[in-house]
Each structure stands twice: as structure tokens, then as C-alpha cells.
């Protein structure tokens, strides 16, 4: 165990491998892992992971469908409130991006010896506070020794089965809405290289510490149809897209102008302040987007920047979608109308 002066020294970012991203694996090397997998799929299941969606959905009843996530990874912020807060909003995030409502979470643990038991009652703390913020109770976990703090959570939820919302049903003619700026990736490789301005910390943190509730609900009330939902996260969303546009065979075009960014984060990709993740993900889609003669690339990694809980992306038929925004407005939501989808080649062009 770290005396008091070495904790005090000690940053929880410089015992993760993977701060600024979610710590996913490389999604091309995951598809293929996934894709030799032999997998029975009863009648029951409604959704697992052939389309890459946010949670599994299993059918108990004509009237009830029981929905499950689980999502950790390691410290992408020093403060260990913060960070329990930011691994269990996002956790929680899958749930509402699947229409769904969340009815009680498991905390998932890795801690190593090194770090003061203190640390760890600092994480849980925080992730409680969100786990409370959106009103269902943590029932249990798991916990193991690790060389590298990690944390999150198992979450469950239910949904009615005929009003699953998946990131397969986008139609051509739908407007795309994203529900919370992009750069959280680049922004905390920032805060770890000690390059971050404070501003730019109060804001990642806000962005990562927001649930998608509000936004989930909104999506979910059927005030308005919603033929497409998922959360922007490790992959990006370029990555998110392109599993959207892939399911449902369409292409999108997307509105560079229209796109929200966290303030400071395009200088700091120009500067190189990326992390690994941001370059895979845009290593992994650049075969299906095209982007804008001449568009450097800092600014493709921002479209690919690896996102820890990211904003709600949507595809809402352009007849609603000033219902949609509307609401989501009343709803405290501050959501872009970041393009449309087409007809065409499953891919994405960058328009600007």
C-alpha cells in the first residue's frame, strides 16, 4: 500500500493505459472476434449483437422485455468522484438509447493494491450519485484485484417489446440529431497531458457527467417517431454512424458545419492531442466516409474522436423533427440537426 505523500503524487490517469478513451478494443478486431463466434439467438432475443446495438433485449412476455448492459473502463479524469460519476453515467446511457428504463444497476470493480481504500469509496460514491440522480438503486457487484483501477456498471431495464428503439431501422428521408457535443476523447488526453485549460475541464466533465435521460425519455414518449437510436461512445461518431447507416443498408450525409464541438478541442487535434483510440476509429471507417477534398485531418479526428458517454444520435423523419427538437428543448436538451439520411452504399459523406 502507497504511503499518504505517493498517493497524493499519484494521478489515477497515469495507472490507466487507455485515458481519454474507453479502453475498447480496435472495433475492426472486434467485429471479427464477434463474427466467429457461433451463437444460438431463441425467438425471445430481440436484439443481440449482430447489428452492433447498445444492449441485449430478451422478450419475457407479450408486454415486457427485460434489456441488459454492462460498460467499465479506467480513470479518464484524476478525481476519483469524477470519475465513478462520468463510468456510471455512461453505463446507464445504453439503457435509454435503447428506449428503454433503467430498473437497478451492479457496480463492476478492478482496484490495485497501491491505492488507498479511501480512492475506491471516492469512486463508488460518485457513481452512486448518478445512479440515484436517475432513480434506481445499485443491487450488488463484482469486484477484482487489478493493476489498472476500472469501473462501471451491469445495468437492467425494461421495455415494452414493440417499442424498442435499435440502430437498425434509420429510412431514407430521416434527419440525424445528436444530443451532446463531440471531443470528450481529445479533451481528457488534454486534462492527462496537463495541457487542458480549466474551462475546458468544467466542460468535459459536464458533458460526461450528463445522463441521457432526459433525452432517452424524450426519444422514447412517442410524441414523435424514432426509426433509429444509439449513443455516441469508444467508437465515435463516425464509428456510431456507420453501424447505423451498415444495419439498415443506407448512407448518411453529414453537415460539418452542423456538427457541436467542445470548445478547444479542434486546436488541440490540430496540436496532435489525440488519443489512440480517436486514430483507430477513423483508421477503421475512412474506407466508407468520404470526407470534403482537402478536410484535414484533425478535424476527421474529431469526428472520429472516441466519446465516453456521449449525446443520443437519432434518425427522425424530417416530418418530426421540429417536434422532436422541440421537445427535447422543453426536456433541458440542447440536441443538433447534424444531417440526413439517403438512399445508397452503407457509408457516410461529410458535407462542408
Request: aromatic share 4%; charged share 20%.
Given at each position: 500500500?502507497?504511503?499518504?505523500?505517493?498517493?497524493?503524487r499519484?494521478?489515477?490517469t497515469?495507472?490507466?493505459?487507455?485515458?481519454?478513451?474507453?479502453?475498447?478494443l480496435?472495433?475492426?478486431?472486434?467485429?471479427?472476434l464477434?463474427g466467429?463466434?457461433?451463437?444460438?439467438?431463441?425467438?425471445?432475443?430481440?436484439?443481440?449483437f449482430?447489428?452492433?446495438?447498445?444492449?441485449?433485449?430478451?422478450?419475457l412476455?407479450?408486454?415486457?422485455?427485460?434489456?441488459?448492459?454492462v460498460?467499465?473502463?479506467?480513470?479518464?479524469?484524476?478525481?476519483?468522484?469524477?470519475?465513478?460519476?462520468i463510468?456510471?453515467?455512461?453505463?446507464?446511457?445504453?439503457?435509454?438509447?435503447?428506449?428503454?428504463?433503467?430498473?437497478?444497476?451492479?457496480?463492476?470493480?478492478?482496484?490495485p493494491?497501491?491505492?488507498?481504500?479511501?480512492?475506491?469509496?471516492?469512486?463508488?460514491?460518485?457513481?452512486?450519485?448518478?445512479v440515484?440522480?436517475?432513480?434506481?438503486?445499485?443491487?450488488?457487484?463484482?469486484?477484482i484485484?487489478?493493476?489498472?483501477?476500472k469501473?462501471?456498471?451491469?445495468?437492467?431495464?425494461v421495455?415494452?417489446?414493440?417499442?424498442?428503439?435499435?440502430?437498425?431501422?434509420?429510412?431514407?428521408?430521416d434527419?440525424?440529431l445528436?444530443?451532446?457535443?463531440?471531443?470528450t476523447?481529445?479533451?481528457?488526453?488534454a486534462?492527462?497531458?496537463?495541457?487542458?485549460?480549466?474551462q475546458?475541464?468544467?466542460?468535459v466533465i459536464?458533458?460526461?457527467?450528463?445522463?441521457?435521460?432526459?433525452?432517452?425519455?424524450?426519444?422514447?414518449s412517442?410524441?414523435f417517431?424514432v426509426?433509429?437510436?444509439?449513443?455516441?461512445?469508444?467508437?465515435?461518431?463516425?464509428?456510431?454512424?456507420?453501424?447505423?447507416?451498415?444495419a439498415?443498408?443506407?448512407?448518411?450525409?453529414?453537415?460539418?458545419?452542423r456538427?457541436?464541438?467542445?470548445?478547444e478541442v479542434p486546436?488541440?487535434?490540430?496540436a496532435?492531442?489525440?488519443?489512440?483510440?480517436?486514430?483507430?476509429?477513423?483508421?477503421?471507417?475512412?474506407?466508407?466516409?468520404?470526407?470534403?477534398?482537402?478536410?484535414?485531418?484533425?478535424?476527421?479526428?474529431?469526428?472520429?474522436?472516441?466519446q465516453?458517454?456521449?449525446?443520443?444520435?437519432?434518425?427522425?423523419?424530417?416530418k418530426?423533427?421540429?417536434?422532436?427538437?422541440?421537445a427535447?428543448?422543453?426536456?433541458?436538451?440542447d440536441?443538433?440537426?447534424?444531417?440526413?439520411?439517403?438512399?445508397?452504399?452503407?457509408?457516410?459523406?461529410?458535407?462542408?
Open positions: 500500500m502507497a504511503d499518504a505523500k505517493s498517493v497524493k499519484l494521478r489515477l497515469e495507472l490507466s493505459h487507455c485515458a481519454g478513451c474507453a479502453a475498447k480496435r472495433a475492426g478486431d472486434l467485429a471479427q464477434l466467429g463466434l457461433k451463437s444460438s439467438r431463441p425467438p425471445q432475443a430481440l436484439v443481440g449482430n447489428t452492433n446495438d447498445d444492449a441485449a433485449v430478451y422478450r412476455s407479450p408486454g415486457l422485455a427485460v434489456v441488459e448492459t460498460d467499465f473502463f479506467p480513470p479518464v479524469v484524476d478525481d476519483p468522484f469524477q470519475f465513478g460519476a463510468a456510471a453515467a455512461n453505463a446507464m446511457s445504453d439503457i435509454w438509447a435503447m428506449g428503454a428504463k433503467p430498473l437497478f444497476a451492479l457496480n463492476l470493480v478492478g482496484f493494491d497501491e491505492l488507498p481504500k479511501s480512492v475506491l469509496a471516492r469512486i463508488l460514491e460518485g457513481g452512486q450519485s448518478k440515484e440522480e436517475a432513480g434506481i438503486p445499485i443491487l450488488g457487484g463484482h469486484s484485484r487489478d493493476p489498472e483501477p469501473y462501471g456498471l451491469a445495468v437492467t431495464g421495455v415494452h417489446p414493440k417499442k424498442v428503439l435499435t440502430n437498425a431501422g434509420a429510412k431514407p428521408g434527419l440525424l445528436l444530443t451532446k457535443p463531440l471531443g476523447g481529445i479533451a481528457t488526453t486534462i492527462k497531458r496537463g495541457v487542458a485549460s480549466k475546458l475541464q468544467k466542460n459536464g458533458v460526461m457527467t450528463t445522463l441521457n435521460r432526459a433525452a432517452g425519455e424524450v426519444f422514447a412517442g410524441r417517431k426509426n433509429a437510436l444509439t449513443d455516441v461512445t469508444g467508437y465515435g461518431l463516425l464509428g456510431h454512424l456507420l453501424e447505423m447507416m451498415t439498415a443498408k443506407t448512407r448518411a450525409a453529414l453537415d460539418l458545419e456538427v457541436p464541438l467542445i470548445a486546436s488541440l487535434a490540430e496532435g492531442v489525440v488519443p489512440g483510440g480517436t486514430k483507430s476509429n477513423l483508421e477503421h471507417v475512412q474506407k466508407k466516409v468520404r470526407f470534403p477534398k482537402g478536410l484535414p485531418e484533425a478535424i476527421q479526428w474529431v469526428l472520429a474522436d472516441a465516453t458517454n456521449g449525446g443520443l444520435l437519432a434518425c427522425v423523419p424530417a418530426d423533427a421540429v417536434k422532436a427538437l422541440r427535447l428543448d422543453r426536456a433541458g436538451v440536441a443538433a440537426l447534424l444531417g440526413e439520411v439517403r438512399a445508397g452504399r452503407p457509408g457516410i459523406d461529410v458535407i462542408g
